[in-house]
């Protein structure tokens, strides 16, 4: 029944093609994609060159789909349960305010969102982006090293977060200067702490 509903639905509201390329796919499947790489000081959970990841990650960030943000947190999930115990907080790196008001949305917290959350792991938004930057797609590689400098801010929490390792995720790099610029701006703001950063696909 629940399948003829969902064709029916399909004729009224034709889904896109990256969101019916990866529907079939189940979670735990999905962990066969998961294939750990790092490069500099950031931690890679999949290759974006894979079809249904980069499906995945589009559908999620393009098209507003909870099935793709699903499939990528568990790439996520895998690799947090593989870390040592430590309470954690989640960073999501940001979208400006003019941006995340007209995708309606960030993919990134869209991902943290369907993680496995216990009462050691937090999601908290440290960083801020100030300015609007042109898409990294469209720039060349030396374009895009620096297209994000001074680009973020840090938010100072309202909890003591002393004891707490950080963990900045970013849904795909490329140069990784995203990445870097958010990552920097901790550094310099919270000297004590240990900082990972992650990246679901690249």
């Given at each position: ?22 529907r ?7 962990l ?40 990528l ?15 954690t907080i989640l ?58 400098d ?13 004891s ?6 970013d849904d795909?790099t ?20 240990e900082?990972i ?6």
């Amino acid at each position: 029944m629940l399948d003829i509903f969902n064709r029916l639905l399909d004729c009224l509201l034709p889904p896109h093609p990256l969101v019916l390329q990866i529907r079939k796919e189940k979670p735990e499947h999905f962990l066969r994609f998961f294939s750990l790489q790092k490069y500099e000081n950031c931690v890679y959970l999949s290759d974006y060159s894979s079809n249904l990841i980069n499906s995945a990650i589009k559908a999620n960030k393009f098209h507003n789909d909870t099935h793709a943000s699903k499939l990528l947190a568990t790439l996520l999930n895998k690799w947090l349960k593989s870390l040592p115990e430590k309470p954690t907080i989640l960073v999501p790196i940001p979208l400006t305010k003019n941006h995340e008001r007209d995708r309606g949305y960030n993919q990134v917290l869209r991902i943290l969102q369907n993680l496995d959350m216990n009462e050691q792991n937090l999601i908290l938004n440290l960083l801020s982006k100030t300015r609007d930057t042109v898409s990294q797609t469209k720039l060349n590689r030396q374009q895009r090293l620096h297209n994000l400098d001074d680009a973020f801010t840090f938010i100072k929490p309202d909890m003591d977060i002393k004891s707490y390792r950080i963990i900045l995720v970013d849904d795909v790099t490329t140069t990784g200067a995203t990445i870097n610029s958010a990552h920097k701006i901790l550094k310099n703001s919270l000297k004590n702490h240990e900082i990972i950063c992650v990246a679901i696909a690249h």
